[in-house]
């Protein structure tokens, strides 16, 4: 295949999957509904669309439509930019659609020649050319269409505007054909590479220029398709090249790109536009304020409180649970069970003390997911309009004490939703060490929604003072923990690089789209595990299993931690469902068992031990069993430990006995 | 003062920030004052490569202009119509030449 040549590549008419590519921010998501019509998430915080979405286009026949995750420039860095290259390489495409940003011309170009230089059919969308009239920016697409030798629409898939030429640009969209002089060094270097490539659905110089690159996704792809004496051969005219010039060759080849991008830029923008005022601007800029920005993230801390705390937990169980539940639902069943069902044992399996309706699921639905719902809102509201970056700066200083930097915000306030998606989310941080890091302070000391509605209804029963030492307790651990761990996990710091976009006001049928999406999960991979939880306290509890471990916790609960005995049994049902651990404390202390110092120790206690059944199996999905094994045998003891010592703590100073 | 007067006042003390700053001899990103331009000069060897090609891929290039918006909490700089927001430590690593 000659390397010379980019375009290689047949247009296949008809049938065929066109891949929405594009940087993060540029309203690809909104782009794919518009296209599509069908449920997505739609996003503009990176990383979010870790999974490749994938539906079908309305507008054109037998067209599946692909959405990946945003991508920088190649060679890939994170999860999300190695997947969108897998897609490209692994799919069979009819072609490529990416969307740009179209008051960002030279960045989006850059990513534009990339695609092109692959020989795969192309089509550039420059998208929010509502925002770029705004601005006064004004580009000439035609100049970018004959450069490029490819179609380029401008578009507003927010308001729908310029879909249909759109639509009928990738209809029809011929191979990509661009050719950027490299400097002879590489272009020799280009040549000799060729020669040993395999056939690939991506045109042949490309995969050489990602080789000289360093890319690791084509390291792999092409360590399945040659034989070791080829790939030696490759990887030593690599090294030679790199001798050659001095310096990476990733750096001069995207030097060259840039000159020949810019040299488009230049003919093509028309206007610039100019920095642009307003009230928006100016909320971003005290959003990140030194001073104004705290105050700004206290009113929001505290409208995510009122809305997921009070309104969730409070208004909507009080209704759901209280109401529709405990007196329409449940009775009806525990009837109809109990007429059906001869059998004792099954009947009690179902709606007894730990029956699998009663308490399983009643909980799951009338407890959890109320506040499961209301946080989820809350959240993708902070992310379509463009907080979470902001959230990510003001952040920075006090996670980069932990080794991690501001972008470790997301998950962990994802955490207080669901410690579960949250690792999941982890995916966005860029380096295993981070990762690792974020896994072990979620499960150590970030309490999920449906721990948190029952511990802080119980706390605020006590006093506000109660509250006040759980939450400095758990601060403290968060910090002190995670400062000592980062020491300990091996590997580097990486420091905080995002980008901020433009403060929008979010779309309303997005925002429930993105919530669906998510409860959607959430009712598919945490309500089953909480199902299995339930099941298996009953059978323990009927094998006398429990009574056991109530007996042989016994000095460690009562005399270490000053509790009755019957608290060890919250605690193991707290690892099977977090909320019984707290619930059962709860029932408890209604009962007048447990004074205000003993409720304090047994909350912090409870929420610093492991986290969920469904969580520490998503640990051990995404970290593997060995590093989930070593959280949960980190927590367990630590968990006791500042249990132990808050006790001594409160007694000595006079607390709440 | 008059609302024109005001600024006037304050272009003519950014102006005198940035010609304070130019005189200095070498010149990081991070200590470009806010409001002010630079011009890319180079990257420094520190600088991890991943995130070289990041910036570069964003338009920060030897030869471009960025516009400074603020230096604290973290360095919030302009490139075309994007805001970056990078770590001081960061942009310790980028030189950077006129300023305006």
Known sequence: MDCHVSSNVEVVPGNGTVALVGQPNVGKSVLFQRITGSHAIVSNYPGTTVEVTRGQARLLPNTVVLDTPGVITFPPHTEDERVTERVLLQEPLKAVLQVGDAKNLRRTLLLTVQLAEMGLPLVLSLNMMDEANARGVVVDHTVISDSLSLPVIPITAIRGEGIEELTKAVQSAPSSSIHINYPNEIEFALADICAYLPDAPISHRALALLWLSGDLVIEEWLQHRLDSNDLDEITARRLILQEALGKLPSDVIQVSRLDFVQGVVNAALVDAGTGWGGTSKTVEHLMIHPLWGLPILAVVLYALYWFVGVFGAGFLVDLIEGGLFNQVINPWVITWVNRLIPIPILVDFLVGEYGLWTVGMTYALALILPIVTTFFLAFALLEDTGYLPRLAVLTNRLFSLLGLNGKAVLPMILGLGCVTMATLTTRVLEHKRERILVTFLLALAIPCSAQLGVVMGMLAGISFGATLIWSSVLLVVFLVVGWLAARVVPGERSSLLVELPPLRWPVPSNLIIKTIARLEWYLKEVIPLFLIGTAALFVLDRAGILSWITNAAEPLVTGWLGLPAEASTAFLMGFLRRDFGATGLFVMESQGLLSPAQVVVAMVTVTLFVPCLASVLMMYKERGWRTAVEIVLLTFPLAFLVGGLLYRLLTVVGWGL | ?100
Not at chain 2, 10 to 17: A, G, T
């Open chain 2, 1 to 100: 003062m008059s609302p024109k007067g005001w600024r006037k006042h304050f272009h003519r003390r950014r102006r005198r920030r940035c010609h304070d700053a130019l005189s200095r001899i070498s010149c990081a990103l991070a200590d470009v004052p806010p409001g002010c331009q630079a011009r890319i000069v180079s990257f420094s060897n520190a600088i991890p490569a991943n995130r070289k090609e990041h910036l570069q891929a964003y338009g920060m290039v030897p030869g471009f202009w960025v516009r400074v918006i603020q230096q604290s909490p973290v360095t919030v700089i302009q490139i075309e119509h994007t805001e970056l927001a990078l770590e001081a430590e960061l942009a310790r690593e980028v030189q950077v030449g006129e300023i305006k």
